[in-house]
Nanobody
Framework: QVQLVESGGGLAQAGGSLRLSCAAS????????MGWFRQAPGKEREFVAS????????YYADSVKDRFTISRDNAKKTAYLQMNSLKPEDTAIYYC????????????????WGQGTQVTVSS
């Protein structure tokens, strides 16, 4: 089992920034990838970004490319999501996820999930 704990959500103004963190623990050896998804009220959970821990390769949704940056600290088994130029439509609960492979947008392909952290962007 892999446990994931997110932190860093909160309230930001449009154009502002927030940084999310996701710390992994447990049997992480088979979970090379960590990703971020988000879910707004009344909408399906959608892919945001993901990263492969060994290679550092990253993958982004078109809606956040050039605004969000995913990174990782292998020693801490922690992934980060730096969110800049935030927009009201970025408002959602953000979930961290872990899986064996990073380059997949389907939530069904991700094995482990955190509890989520709320991000609210005001206009």
């Amino acid at each position: 089992q892999v446990q994931l704990v997110e932190s860093g959500g909160g309230l930001a103004q449009a154009g502002g920034s927030l940084r999310l963190s996701c710390a992994a623990s447990g049997r992480t050896i088979y979970s090379d990838a960590m990703g971020w998804f988000r879910q707004a009220p009344g909408k399906e959970r959608e892919f945001v970004a993901s990263i492969a821990f060994r290679s550092g390769n990253a993958y982004y949704a078109d809606s956040v490319k050039d605004r969000f940056t995913i990174s990782r600290d292998n020693a801490k088994k922690t992934a980060y999501l730096q969110m800049n130029s935030l927009k009201p439509e970025d408002t959602a609960i953000y979930y961290c996820a872990a899986s064996a492979y990073y380059r997949t947008r389907s939530a069904d392909s991700w094995n482990y999930w955190g509890q989520g952290t709320q991000v609210t962007v005001s206009s």
